[in-house]
């Protein structure tokens, strides 16, 4: 999240001014639902998040059997549909573009190069990870891991996924009107953080044997770009 623009915004309906404002690198529609910009859109989408959770855990149905419930009506409905309508001489029922018209090259070629940086850099920190060239970045990596395993067994994929959306509802929102306060708290920690590492962290970290480090890369005629940049990033 980067800060844009104070203000005295809520989750009711005030706008935020702009000097509070925050952007987050989703979609323009996705992140007037996430800011709550329309609070009765987002109201109405958490709503139905909350009512399709419940609705899951009560009925004691998997997410996989209602996806697949729910594509079996569709298609259903889709042909009695058509069918009816060709028999009528009536247009047939509508359909997303994509059906229609498929995937472009463009499309394909524009989405490869949005997130093939996102890939390498994920390449390289597990490069890093595995190699031990950074301790703290793999017990990071491990701690991580292990707070998981242990969640996982509390609670459900579907129940993850649900607290997720609850999080991202909310917390945006709740940067966006304690910005200043925030921004604050989480300064001092860094620099407090930073203090303790440099204090008793890095001088055991020293004494760590570090894996050997890779030769710069150069790219060999004909290579493609995707496995150059990878490169690149390690």
Do not use: C
Not at 21 to 38: I, M, Q, Y
Not at 78 to 106: C, D, H, T, Y
Not at 117 to 133: C, E, S
Not at 152 to 159: D, I, P
Request: glycine share 6%; no cysteine; aromatic share 8%.
């Amino acid at each position: 999240m980067s800060a844009q623009r104070p203000t005295t915004a809520n989750m009711s309906g005030a706008t935020p001014s702009d000097t509070q404002r925050v952007s987050l690198p989703v979609d323009n529609r996705v992140e007037k639902l996430l800011l709550w910009r329309h609070p009765l859109d987002s109201g109405l989408a958490l709503t139905v998040v909350t009512a399709a959770y419940f609705f899951l855990v009560w009925s004691n149905r998997s997410l996989v059997s209602l996806l697949a419930t729910t594509a079996s009506i569709a298609v259903a409905t889709s042909f009695v549909w058509a069918s009816l309508a060709a028999f009528l001489n009536k247009p047939g029922p509508p359909m997303p573009r994509i059906l229609q018209e498929g995937v472009s090259e463009g499309d394909l070629k524009g989405l490869v190069e949005e997130y093939t940086p996102l890939l390498n850099k994920g390449i390289a920190l597990a490069h890093r990870v595995f190699t031990a060239k950074d301790a703290v970045l793999a017990a990071k990596v491990i701690g991580v891991l292990f707070v998981i395993s242990k969640l996982g067994k509390v609670f459900s994929v579907l129940t993850w996924a649900y607290v997720v959306v609850l999080l991202a509802f909310s917390l945006p929102k709740i940067y966006e009107l304690k910005k200043h306060e925030i921004d604050s708290g989480l300064s001092q920690a860094q620099s407090q953080a930073q203090k303790i590492h440099s204090q008793y962290v890095a001088p055991n970290l020293a004494k760590i044997p570090r894996g050997s480090t890779s030769t710069p890369f150069k790219a060999k005629p004909g290579q493609s770009s995707l496995e150059s940049d990878v490169k690149k990033a390690l």
